[in-house]
Each structure stands twice: as structure tokens, then as C-alpha cells.
């Protein structure tokens, strides 16, 4: 099954469980209204079970997953589903190869009448059974296997899958459809939302032979931690996140050996390379899917905050008011990719280069606030901590509940770990009465060849389950 066919699945069948909770309050349980919903869900669950033997239906952070897919589109009977499922105390439930549309009709029948609230997982599971409820079962929250870092992971692939079909679309001629580049967007948005570590952490892939496709993800990313800092719309983050997955399409519209050069451009190639924003200006004002902020930002990220880049604006021209942001992360992020002409700078080096062009080439109070998301030591930066342990920092974590999280490389005599180790500086190192470990600075990552962004990620991915 293609994957978006599977999300539209998913997203129908869940739908339908909302619809009939919601209607089994209006009519008697043999009306139609109730009846019919019960019946999509049990034939729309029939292919799934063709490959697992069971589901996982989970609400976390706010969120429902089903299968690892969230669900999004939240409408009055589906908020009400959850809200149901949340008041009872069922975080996780269970749906079993074998299910019967019997099976589904007393489930929700069971969460439209039961009244208790914060039942324990166990008395909700005698419950289904004395109900006759052979194929649902629940768990409670932390018996879960729900894995953000995998989550994050196949979203981030999902969007790259995007960008590369959209700009084949353009080299061929074609004017692409923006519904998916919605589509991952809004994604991308509600993962940051529920776990900005994970998918930040993300943007520590950087593949030279894909540069273009992961460089487009990775600002779409870091645009809309941005967006999100800023407590900007749910629609203005939408048109962050598309003009930042999108900001670079117009350079499909150039030679490709242009593009690439390794050396050093002529005059006349560079006022080439200055097209390509009035040009992804254009192919965005012809896509679907794309409202005009998204395409005017595409325009305006290199036209710089004095105002002397390009195109360059007229006096009385004025920039939307998100535009500011994309240069911030498009910076961030070319700054911390090895290139053919450039070297890449270590984390804390990119920041403070932005942090030097602020007032410049960027706004210096949206590289104030990416220097606060990013942290004194942002994710990605390897450090030496008061242990003598080296590691690299993972995540910025919760301030109310701990520091900073780093993957343990090596041990304090400089010795490779077997299997890297995820902590939390919030919480003592090993023992009871042993102090807390803290960062006393970065560390050249020259001098640690083994330690990769893939090993980061892979370190990373158990201990964020």
C-alpha cells in the first residue's frame, strides 16, 4: 500500500471510530449512524492485519498515532474520541488480529457509557472482558513502545521523498502539486511541537551527494522551530515551513553544472545564481496548495535585512514579515555542511558567525531567538564533560525536568564506548551521591574521527523511545 494511501486509511478508520461515539450519544445503537461507522473501521482495519498480528492505537503529547502515523486533522468527533479515551486512563490500545465488528460496536458502546475516570489499566482490561471484548486490549503510558526518534525519522525521510519528486517535476516541465509539501509540513511542524529534539537532531544529516534535498528539509526544519519560538499561526507556520522546504526551487531552473561548480563563480555566473528567488517566486505562485506569504518569502531570503541583497528591493518595497527567518536557518544550516569550497563549521562556530552578521545579512532578533533554541551548545556539538567523558550534545531538553542530553562517546580515559550512552546532565552521574555532570566545553571533533553524525542518530533513536 503506498504510504499516502495508508495515512488516508489510517486518518478514515480513526475518523470513523470518533463519528461513531459521537453519534451512538444522538441515536439508538441499531440506527445506521452508529452502525455504519463501525463497519468502515472493521473493513478498513482488514489490510493492516494482513502484515501485524496487532495495532497500536496511542495518544501522546496531545497526539494520536495509530501504527506510528499521527493523526492531525482533528475534527469535533475525533477530539471527542480522544478526549474519551484520555478521561478513562487509556493512553495505548491494542487492536488484535481477529477482531470482530462485535468487538469494535462494545468498545465504543463501553467508552460512550462508562463514566469513571483514571481507571488503572487493569480494571479497564477486566472491564473489556466481562463486556465480551476478546480482540482490544490497553496498556498504560509507560508501557508503551511508542518511539519518537523513529517517528521524526520517517517524517524527515518523507519530506525528502517530497522535495526530490517536486523538483523533478520542475526539471521536467512540469508545475507540481503543493499538497504534499503541505502535507510534510504540517508534519514536521507537529513533531517539533511534540519532541523538538528529535527532529532536530534530524538536521545533522549531510549527505554531500544529496545536499540539495537534505540542505531544503533541514531548512524547512530549523525554519519552523523558528516559526514555533515566535508563537506564530498554525497557517503562518504552514507558510514558513513550505517556503523554507521550497526556498531553493527556483535553481532548477539553472545549468546544473552551475549549480555545482566547486571553484569560484564569474561575475557574470553568480548574477545567474541571483535569479533563481524570482524564479522559485514564480513556480511557487503556480502550485497548488501554496498560499502567496509561502511564495513571497521564497522571493525575499536572500534580499538580506539592510536590504542589499538580491533581488535587490525598492525603496518603498516592504518584506513580508516571516521572511526574516529563512535566511537564519538557510545560513545555519549551508554553514554546517562540509562543501566542496567550504569547510563545515562546528555548531557553536555557525552561531557565532550568524551572530556576527546579525544587524547585516540577518535580523538580529530572530538570530537572537535561534540562539536560544539552539542553546548554549547546540544538538549536534561535542563536548568534554566535568566526568572527562566525551560526548555529543543531543538535545536541549525541559528545563523543568533536567539539562541537557548528550550521547557518552567515550569514557574519561578516552576510550571508545561499546555502545554509546544517552544521559541527562539534569541527573547525578551513576551513583547516589555522585555530583551531576555538566559541560566544561566543546571539543574538536577532528581528534574523534569515529564519532559521526550516524552514530548520533543511531545512539539516539533506543533512548528516546
Known sequence: MHRRDEEQLITGLIKALGTSLKNRGLYPSTHPLVRTPVEKVYRDLLPFFADHSELVLVISDGTLIFEGVPIFSLTSSLESFMDRLTRIGMPAVILEKGITPADIDSFVRFLHETKEQDLPAARI????IQRGIAHIRVKPIEDTEENDQAIANEIYENAVSVV??????????RIPSGAESERVVKDMSSMLTRNRDAMLALTLIKNFDEYTYNHS??????SLALADALSLSSGDKVDVGMAGLLHDVGKTQLALDLIRKPSTLTVEEFEEIKKHPEEGFVLLGKM??????AAYMVREHHMRF???????P????????????IPVADCYDALTTMRSYQRARYPRQALEILEKIAGKSLDPEVVTVFANIMGTYP???????????????????????????????????GNPLPRPEQVDLGESAGSANASRRSILGTVNPQFFPAATAGTLLTAMAPATA
Not at 497548488?288 to 506569504?293: D, E, K, N, Q
Not at 539592510?306 to 535587490?312: E, F, M, T, V
Not at 525603496?315 to 526574516?324: F, Q
Not at 563536548?383 to 562517546?409: C, D, H, P, W, Y
Request: zero cysteines.
Open 288 to 293: 497548488s496548495h501554496i498560499r502567496p506569504a
Open 379 to 413: 544538538v549536534g556539538t561535542m563536548v568534554r564533560l566535568n566526568t572527562m567523558e566525551i560526548g555529543v550534545v543531543s538535545g536541549q531538553g525541559i528545563a523543568s525536568q533536567g539539562g541537557q542530553k548528550v550521547v557518552l562517546l567515550f569514557d574519561r580515559d
Open 217 to 222: 528539509v533541514n531548512v524547512a526544519v530549523l
Open 125 to 128: 482490561q477486566e472491564i473489556l
Open 306 to 312: 539592510d536590504r542589499l541583497g538580491y533581488p535587490h
Open 164 to 173: 526530490v519528486s517536486v523538483l523533478r517535476d520542475v526539471r521536467l516541465g
Open 314 to 325: 525598492e525603496p518603498d518595497y516592504r518584506l513580508h514579515p516571516n521572511s526574516n527567518l
